[in-house]
């Protein structure tokens, strides 16, 4: 059964705070294969070191976001390479630990609300140096995969294993969203993503003269910024690849 939503106006969202805990642990263990311990449940409905929200329709809770920011340094080792080195070890990251919206409700904005309510928290003056919001997926979400993909996710990594669920291993995703000038570490392939190198070799098609443009419209200095390292890398690149 799908209710339609024309009252997403009507939605509101707030904080978690203790009294929640029990419908909390009746919506996870509804939405989520992982057995959370009780403790996290308390911590989640009651600790400032996470950014829980719930979203209600007449009081009562229809999605839930969890975030936890920290800094670089703290990340597990599979996530740790998610910023470019050029940002410190005290530079800021978001993880979401968990959001769900009651079956009923989905596709109607719920989701997008709370992610969105997260981004508006997270890019405020104070956090600029919260840099990326990431978070871990089930490769066979598909609904998530997509849900993140449509908030301009990238998929960062692909974790083989990363999951055990009753027993049994399951592969995840992991995807990250770079806020207030965040940007991914460097790779090989990194000078072909960038805009110079394609306005360098791609201006004549099609794709290079968008691009230009659009590096018109981003001014002069994302240029600038850019092109010195990506010539660089570039001239690595070749020398590595041709010999
Ligand atoms: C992922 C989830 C939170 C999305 O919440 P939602 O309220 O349905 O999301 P929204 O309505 O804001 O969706 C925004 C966009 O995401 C995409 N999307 C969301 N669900 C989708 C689905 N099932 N299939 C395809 N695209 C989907 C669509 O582009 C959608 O826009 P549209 O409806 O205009 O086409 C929800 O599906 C959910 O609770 N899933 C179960 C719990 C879960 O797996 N959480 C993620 C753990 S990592």
Known sequence: MTIKLGLINDV????????DLDE?????????????????YDEITSSSRF?????????SIIGLLVAEVK???????????ILSFT????????????????????RHGIGSLLLDSLLSYLTT???????????????????????????HFSQFRYLPLYYAINGTHKDGFSYVLYINGGEPPWTLAYPFKTPAVHVLFGLGSRKGGRIFLVLLENGRKALARHFSSNL???LVYCRYSLG
């Open 12 to 19: 509101q969202v707030r904080f978690l705070c203790p009294t």
């Open 24 to 40: 909390v642990k009746r919506l996870c263990r509804e939405w989520f294969p992982i057995e959370y311990p009780d403790v996290w």
């Open 51 to 59: 950014f829980s929200l719930a979203a209600t329709l007449n009081k």
């Open 71 to 81: 800094t670089k340094s703290l990340c597990n080792k599979e996530d740790s390479g």
């Open 87 to 106: 940002f410190n070890d005290d530079t800021l990251v978001a993880y979401i630990l968990s959001i769900g919206v009651v079956k009923v409700y989905r």
């Open 125 to 151: 003056p104070e956090r600029q140096n919260c840099k990326a919001v990431y978070l871990h997926v089930l490769t066979t979400n598909s609904a998530a995969v997509q849900f993140y993909e449509r908030k």
């Open 232 to 234: 660089y890398l570039f």
